[in-house]
């Protein structure tokens, strides 16, 4: 599997938490903040990252705001 969103960051898996985090929203609050997609168990993260990251990212609805936050500029 070839990760093809430019926004895609990194996969977390614990025992209680699975989901993805992605690059943040420049907004210069002062803080470090990612956006993080948490999803009910692993398999359905295997699925969202399948779909939304490797395959169709321009329709992953995180990608669309980040990607229109930034041609708002």
Not at 28 to 43: C, E, I, K, P, S
Request: aromatic share 12%; charged share 25%; net charge negative.
């Amino acid at each position: 599997m070839q990760i093809k969103c430019p926004y895609y960051h990194k996969v977390i898996k614990t025992k209680r938490l699975a989901g993805i985090e992605c690059d943040p929203i420049s907004c210069n609050l002062g803080f470090d903040v990612a956006h993080f997609t948490r999803l009910h168990d692993y398999g359905e993260l295997k699925d969202y990252v399948d779909i939304f990251c490797s395959d169709m990212w321009e329709t992953c609805p995180y990608a669309q705001v980040l990607t229109q936050h930034i041609q708002e500029g």
